[in-house]
């Protein structure tokens, strides 16, 4: 079994300063996401390209354009094309910010696993994206 501790109290009192140390890039490295994801916004388009929706990093609906074009389509076909324009929003913001995430904590940290997981999980992700 590893000692996490040593019996040397010049040893330990460097293990905790080092521990805090690296709390504090943690702390540095949340605070460059959280501005990164801030006033986040994604596009994603149907496959006609005739509706465009926006998200924000939750995947809220921020905002839905129509083409004129759209008008002649039925009503599921509009239905349908906005839900392919918001899927693929979606799918848009958790592949970029699951690329920003690995960019500030790097890549095989634990915090970009976590969000990974969270924003494939809640936002869906696509190999196209």
Same mark, same amino acid.
């Given at each position: 079994?590893?000692?996490?501790? *040593? ?8 293990? $905790? ?9 943690? /702390?540095?490295? #949340?605070? %460059? ?6 006033? @986040? ?9 005739? %509706?465009? /929706? %926006? ?5 809220? $609906?921020?905002? $839905? ?8 389509? *039925? &009503? ?9 324009? @918001? ?5 848009? /913001? ?9 960019? %500030? ?8 696993? #976590? ?7 809640? $936002?869906? #992700? &696509?190999?196209?994206?």
């Amino acid at each position: 079994m590893t000692t996490l501790w *040593s019996d040397d109290p010049a040893l330990i009192k460097a293990q $905790l300063a080092q521990q805090v140390r690296d709390a504090e890039d943690r /702390a540095k490295k #949340a605070q %460059v996401f959280a501005s990164e994801v801030e006033g @986040y916004r994604a596009e994603g388009r149907d496959r006609r390209r005739e %509706v465009v /929706a %926006v998200v924000d990093a939750a995947g809220r $609906l921020l905002d $839905l354009r129509l083409k004129e074009a759209v008008s002649e389509s *039925s &009503s599921n076909d509009i239905a349908q094309a906005v839900l392919e324009a @918001y899927r693929d929003a979606t799918a848009r /913001a958790a592949a970029d910010l699951i690329r920003r995430a690995a960019a %500030v904590f790097g890549e095989n940290s634990p915090t970009t696993q #976590a969000l990974t997981d969270d924003f494939t999980r809640h $936002l869906g #992700a &696509s190999e196209e994206a």
